[in-house]
């Protein structure tokens, strides 16, 4: 009787101390939910409310130098509440502001951290890219009004399109003007402000339907802003990947828009005549070097041009056409960027089916100069063997010339 009593007893002590031990698990939990976003390394928090959401995928990406990231994913209930944490940067001499956005489809929400700040969001979907509200710092509002400055651009230009009073040269201007008049603002009310805040940097490098607004290879009055925003981020996040990128940007467009210099090259007479062209190699997206006379098999489409010229998307389109309905006959297309921002290539190039390459001389380059490249884009077409056949101002129609070729 007494053993069982005993028995009873342990039981009773060993089911009272598991469920202590449940008890101070659960506690523990709920304690390590709630500290997660100040526990460990620097982290921020970025939290709100979008509406009319449910069942919809909300994404919070980086915007690093080389693309967009994709950092975590909530898949919204009734109340639209959600809530990311967010490894951050240390803030020691090594900090630099960083750029995020949060999207649902193509709806975007665009946000700077400066610090460890939290960042709080309210919306309501389909209309959050242009309806939303964002607190924790004063940049990410300044970033919400630049978005709408674009989107209202947008709009402005779509309305010219159905403008009848006008003729097909004054529209041209009126967009010339329009787009001008936008830069003017973008420069003298958010730029140089101040160069040195994350919004600058965000204004600098606004888009118009995918294209730079702010060319940073030939035009000298643009490559002056880079500049300054790169002496500015030097001072003070001198450790920043995006100061060293905002440097060269800035050296390389300083060095195009300098007078040009002679060209002083020892070029081999023998080798031109052998292979009919001045042959070069450049690196592509692999960084491995792609020369031109390894095309020597196909019919070549020599193109140097600029991924942030404004016509570049809609060239990049003719291009594909081309490349799709010829390349099966022989057709290769070597194309050579001289964009200023590396990065802004590798995005735009990455699904590119030809041979795309990067000089990162810009049009200062040697081998530019020596195939006297005075505009952008510029191409050539080059006959199997490496037979240079014209240049683009030699060709009425660029099919019926590659069709001659195959």
Same mark, same amino acid.
């Given at each position: ?21 449940? %008890? ?27 509406? /009319? ?10 915007? *690093?130098? *080389? ?15 959600? #809530? ?7 803030? &020691? ?20 951290? &400066?610090?460890?700040?939290? %960042? ?12 939303? =509200? ?30 009848? #009073?006008?003729?097909?040269? +004054? ?5 010339? /003007? ?6 003017? *603002?973008?420069?003298?009310?958010? $730029?140089?402000? &101040?160069? #040195? ?21 030939? &035009?000298?009055? =643009? ?65 491995? +070097? ?27 389109? +003719? ?17 050579? #960027? ?11 190039? +990455? ?11 810009? %049009? ?30 030699? $060709? ?11």
């Amino acid at each position: 009787m007494r053993k069982r009593r005993a028995q009873r007893t342990n039981q009773n002590i060993m089911k009272g101390v598991i469920a202590m031990a449940l %008890i101070v698990l659960l506690v523990c939990y709920l304690f390590l939910t709630m500290v997660s976003c100040t526990d460990g390394a620097p982290t921020f928090k970025v939290d709100g409310t979008i509406t /009319e959401a449910q069942d919809s995928t909300l994404v919070l990406e980086a915007m *690093t130098l *080389t693309g967009v990231q994709p950092l975590d994913s909530v898949r919204l209930k009734a109340d639209g509440t959600f #809530s990311f944490c967010v490894k951050g940067v240390a803030q &020691d001499s090594t900090a630099s502001p960083e750029f995020y956005r949060l999207r649902i489809a193509r709806q975007v929400i665009n946000f700077v951290v &400066d610090s460890l700040e939290d %960042i709080q969001v309210q919306a309501t979907y389909p209309q959050m890219a242009t309806g939303y =509200d964002i607190q924790g710092n004063e940049a990410s509002r300044t970033m919400k009004t630049l978005t709408l400055l674009n989107l209202q651009l947008q709009q402005q230009l779509k309305g010219l399109e159905d403008e009848t #009073s006008m003729s097909a040269l +004054e529209k041209v201007d009126r967009v010339k /003007e329009l787009v001008q008049n936008y830069k003017l *603002t973008l420069k003298r009310d958010y $730029i140089l402000k &101040d160069p #040195s805040s994350s919004a600058a940097y965000f204004a600098l490098f606004q888009t118009l339907w995918g294209q730079m607004l702010f060319d940073p290879e030939t &035009d000298k009055n =643009d490559v002056q802003y880079f500049a300054a925003i790169a002496t500015q981020w030097e001072q003070y996040y001198p450790y920043s990947p995006r100061t060293a990128n905002l440097k060269n940007i800035a050296l390389r467009g300083l060095r195009n828009t300098r007078q040009t210099r002679p060209i002083e090259l020892q070029i081999d007479g023998e080798k031109i005549r052998e292979s009919g062209i001045i042959d070069f190699g450049f690196p592509d997206i692999q960084g491995n +070097e792609r020369r031109l006379s390894d095309l020597k098999d196909y019919v070549v489409l020599l193109d140097f041009t600029a991924y942030a010229l404004p016509q570049s998307q809609q060239r990049t389109l +003719e291009l594909r056409e081309l490349y799709n309905k010829y390349h099966s006959r022989g057709l290769e297309i070597y194309q050579v #960027s001289l964009d200023a921002d590396e990065h802004y290539w590798k995005t735009k190039c +990455e699904q590119l089916p030809w041979v795309c390459v990067y000089c990162a001389e810009g %049009i200062s380059n040697d081998m530019v100069h020596l195939y006297n490249v005075q505009s952008l884009p510029t191409y050539f077409l080059i006959g199997r063997g490496s037979d240079m056949r014209a240049r683009q101002e030699q $060709i009425d129609h660029l099919e019926k010339a590659i069709e001659a070729e195959l």
